[in-house]
Nanobody, 120 residues
Framework: QVQLVESGGGLVQVGGSLRLSCAAS????????MGWFRQAPGKERDFVAG????????NYADSVKGRLTISRDSAKNAVYLQMNMLKPEDTAVYYC?????????????WGQGTQVTVSS
C-alpha cells in the first residue's frame, strides 16, 4: 500500500511559478515510477509528467515541456513538480500518482489532489 499527500497548490498570476510536493509513504514506494496528472473542471484527468523509480528518466506532456519539471528525492520519499511560466490553461487539480509501469500512463495509487489556479 502506498499513501500520497500533495501540497503546494495555490493562486498565481500568469507567468508565475509554483512548486508542488508529494509526500509518499509505504514500504515499497521507492520501487514505483511516479507521475503528476491534472484535471480541469469538466475535463478528464490528463497525464502531465512522469519520473522513473530511479529518477533517471522523465517524460512530459507536450503542453508542459520546457515549463514544468518533475523530480524526486528518494531519501525523503518525495516527488516534486516545479511549474514555471504558468498559463491560465494550467488551472486544474493536480494529482500525484504512483505507478507500477513505465512510462507512466496511469496511477495505481493516488493522492487527494491540490488546486492550482492561474489568474490572467
Amino acid at each position: 500500500q502506498v499513501q500520497l499527500v500533495e501540497s503546494g497548490g495555490g493562486l498565481v498570476q500568469v507567468g508565475g511559478s509554483l512548486r508542488l510536493s508529494c509526500a509518499a509513504s509505504g514500504r515499497t514506494v521507492g520501487t514505483y515510477a511516479m507521475g503528476w496528472f491534472r484535471q480541469a473542471p469538466g475535463k478528464e484527468r490528463d497525464f502531465v509528467a512522469g519520473i522513473s523509480y530511479r529518477g533517471t528518466t522523465t517524460n512530459y506532456a507536450d503542453s508542459v515541456k520546457g515549463r514544468l519539471t518533475i523530480s524526486r528525492d528518494s531519501a525523503k520519499n518525495a516527488v516534486y513538480l516545479q511549474m514555471n511560466m504558468l498559463k491560465p490553461e494550467d488551472t486544474a487539480v493536480y494529482y500525484c500518482a504512483a505507478s507500477r509501469t513505465w512510462p507512466v500512463t496511469r496511477g495505481d495509487y493516488w493522492g487527494q489532489g491540490t488546486q492550482v489556479t492561474v489568474s490572467s
